[in-house]
């Protein structure tokens, strides 16, 4: 949901025009005639469906709004699919950044298979977003040896939260000071992925920071400590 101004309702090509402020940039969006607005919010996953259709696929135009809008073109992936549930929103992306060589021998690979990975989001919707991301498998022809594409950009290696949702996840507990369980909650994963992932990131970024404490005179413990 965007918050923003309606500037046409329609051409020949089927599109509206939509003033938006996006990360204190203002954009204008030419989206598909299929979103509505309502009270100044533009529902750009409200597509119509014709009698006894099943299903929806959504339009290029609202895949790469996403893709933009959400930050997954920073974390290098880029959506190709969506499916809302009631409680959750499911993005299936794959890999925009570049293929690796054979860590053995250096040599090109050929595309072996493909598997899925699943990182838990940055809410969008007040409900819990999931990334399946298809990540491509290579077989090098010298050596034969099996890799993954990287998608260290998106997440740490076996990590189950975006980078993002990592952020969010510490900004939450250091500056909101809401409780693990919460945001475990509002991510949709268990206590323990929750605060695995926020101690590896405080870890990272304010406890190896030799000057964390440079002006501090006073420091109050709690139980996140």
């Not at 696929?57 to 893709?67: H, I, N, R």
Request: overall charge neutral; aromatic content about 4%.
């Amino acid at each position: 949901v965007v918050q923003g101004e309606l500037q046409s309702r329609g051409d020949r090509s089927g599109h509206v025009e939509f003033r938006a402020t996006i990360r204190g940039t203002c954009h204008v969006l030419r989206l598909p005639a299929t979103a509505r607005e309502r009270d100044g919010l533009l529902l750009v996953r409200e597509l119509a469906l014709e009698d006894g259709e099943v299903g929806t696929q959504s339009p290029v135009e609202e895949l790469t709004f996403q893709t933009k809008f959400i930050g997954l073109d920073r974390l290098g992936l880029t959506v190709t699919a969506q499916q809302v549930e009631p409680d959750h929103t499911v993005l299936t992306c794959v890999p925009t950044t570049a293929a690796v060589s054979c860590a053995g021998c250096d040599g090109p690979g050929a595309r072996y298979d493909t598997v899925v990975r699943r990182l838990a989001h940055v809410p969008y919707g007040w409900k819990p977003t999931i990334l399946e991301v298809l990540v491509p498998r290579y077989r090098c022809r010298g050596c034969r040896r099996v890799w993954r594409h990287p998608i260290t950009a998106a997440a740490p290696s076996k990590g189950k939260l975006s980078r993002d949702a990592i952020m969010l996840a510490v900004k939450q507990v250091v500056i909101d000071r809401l409780s693990v369980a919460r945001v475990a909650a509002n991510l949709g994963v268990g206590w323990n992925t929750c605060n695995d992932a926020i101690l590896a990131a405080g870890q990272e970024l304010l406890i190896n920071d030799p000057g964390r404490l440079d002006g501090v005179t006073t420091v109050g413990v709690d139980e996140h400590c």
